[in-house]
């Protein structure tokens, strides 16, 4: 079994990594168009292999789509990072062709492939790669929705002083500044509501970190996050190549379900081996689904975008 990571930047590179510490497949593919580029991380991560304890094989190639041949997942991280001061709108133009181009090629040589999106603006590329991949819509997912959640956990944790693995939290809708959802309202602390030990103001200001936590970290390291980003990838592929069937808020193409269509937003889903496999309902307030929906209008608006490029 393989599989590849597309783009070997900084959240490509840590996706790879992950996977291969996680020994999810004898072999990862990691592939660039900067020439050198992958094989230099693919050897470099490879030199840490005695240290660490893992066998698995990392490939590094310069545009070699062959070399991928057989993936069972391939996970797309190409394009460039939001740079301080970017909206992801602005993102939609470079990152569109990228993202086309990365599709076709890869399933040319892993026609039967899942494709994990994680290029940005996410939801859009997702939405892209649903639109002219021709696989089923399980086999498209965009990852944001797990590292959205995984933020949100932090800073309720910070907020609480206590270890974010106790703490239950989802984010719904965009992966995006204003188009996200924490819900606060169903976020757990051992099984007792997270509202029972914060005050309203915190949790408030849990959310509002969580929604610009992406922007936050841009400001502070002049680009895209990339640890949390690549690992949260690599969880996604797990619960696929392993069959795990974890229950993620991973952007999945929407048929009626939270009341939209023609769209891929971020929802609670059980991964397993065949991609996505079920949707889970969460039975929202009014005033959550308000939201849902606003979050839903504004990522039309960037999908938008595709159809004057």
Known sequence: MKITVVGAGNVGATCAENIARLELAPEVVLLDIKEGFAEGKAMDMMQTAAIQGWSTRITGTTGDYSKTANSE??????GIPRKPGMTREELIGTNAGIVKSVVENALKYSPNATIVVISNPMDTMTFLAARTSGLPKNKIIGMGGILDSSRFKYYLSQAMGVPSNDLQGTVIGGHGDTTMIPLTRLASYQSSPVSAHLSEERL?????DTMVGGATLTGLLGTSAWYAPGAAGAALVASIVRDEKRVFPCC?????EYGQSDICLGVPVVVGKNGWEKIVTLDLTEAEQAEFNKSAVAVRSMNAVLDTL
């Open 204 to 208: 408030a200001k849990a959310k509002a």
């Open 73 to 78: 997942v391939v996970v797309i991280t190409s």
């Open 252 to 256: 999945v193409a929407l048929n009626g």
